[in-house]
C-alpha cells in the first residue's frame, strides 16, 4: 500500500503546475532576446531561453535545485510596445497575456525556462480563446523538436531562388 501511495504522490510532483515569476530586470529581457528562440503568432512573439541557473545542463535542471535559495521554475516577462498604442491599450495587452499565461504556461511550460511575451496589435482585437490557442500553440512550436524551414531543400514548398520558374520578360 506504501507503494502506491508513493506512486501517486509522484504523478502528482509531475502534473502539478510550475511556479511562475515575473521578470523585471532589462538584462534578463536582453538575454533572452539574445537567444534568438522565439515564435510568432497573429497576436504576440513568445521568446524563450533558459533560467541561468539552468543553463549548464543538458535537460534544464540542475543541482540549483537542491539550494534553497534558488526555486527551479518558470519566469516570465511581458512587453507591448507603443505600436500597440497608447498607455490604456498597452496595459490592457498586458493584462491579456497575463492571463493567457496563468491558464496556459503553468502546465505546459518547461521548467527552468523563461519566456518572454511581447503583444501585438492585434492582440486587443483577437477573442480570448484564440489567444490561448495562439500561445498554445507557439508553446507547441518552441518546446518540441525544430521543424524544417520552409525554404529547405527537404521540404516539398520550398524552392530557392534559382529553382524558380522564369518569368515571361526577358532581362534587358
Not at 511556479?19 to 512573439?45: H, N, T, Y
Not at 523538436?145 to 521540404?155: D, F, G, L
Request: aromatic letters at 4%; a positive charge; hydrophobic letters at 30%.
Amino acid at each position: 500500500m506504501t507503494q502506491t501511495s508513493e506512486n501517486s504522490v509522484q504523478k502528482n510532483a509531475q502534473n502539478e503546475p510550475q511556479k511562475i515569476s515575473v521578470l523585471a530586470k532589462r538584462r534578463d529581457f536582453l538575454r533572452i532576446a539574445s537567444g534568438r528562440k522565439k515564435w510568432v503568432s497573429s497576436g504576440m512573439i513568445v521568446q524563450v531561453a533558459t533560467s541561468p541557473e539552468h543553463e549548464g545542463s543538458e535537460e534544464g535542471l540542475t543541482a540549483a535545485e537542491d539550494v534553497p535559495d534558488i526555486r527551479p521554475g518558470i519566469r516570465v516577462g511581458y512587453t507591448a510596445s507603443k505600436k500597440v498604442g497608447n498607455a490604456v491599450r498597452r496595459n490592457r495587452a498586458k493584462r491579456r497575456l497575463r492571463q493567457v499565461v496563468h491558464q496556459v504556461l503553468a502546465t505546459k511550460g518547461l521548467k527552468g525556462h523563461d519566456y518572454v511575451l511581447i503583444a501585438r496589435t492585434a492582440c486587443l482585437d483577437m477573442s480570448f480563446d484564440q489567444l490561448i490557442r495562439d500561445f498554445s500553440w507557439c508553446l507547441k512550436r518552441l518546446n518540441g523538436t525544430k521543424s524544417p524551414s520552409p525554404r529547405s531543400p527537404a521540404s516539398p514548398k520550398g524552392r530557392g531562388k534559382a529553382d524558380k520558374p522564369a518569368s515571361g520578360r526577358a532581362k534587358r
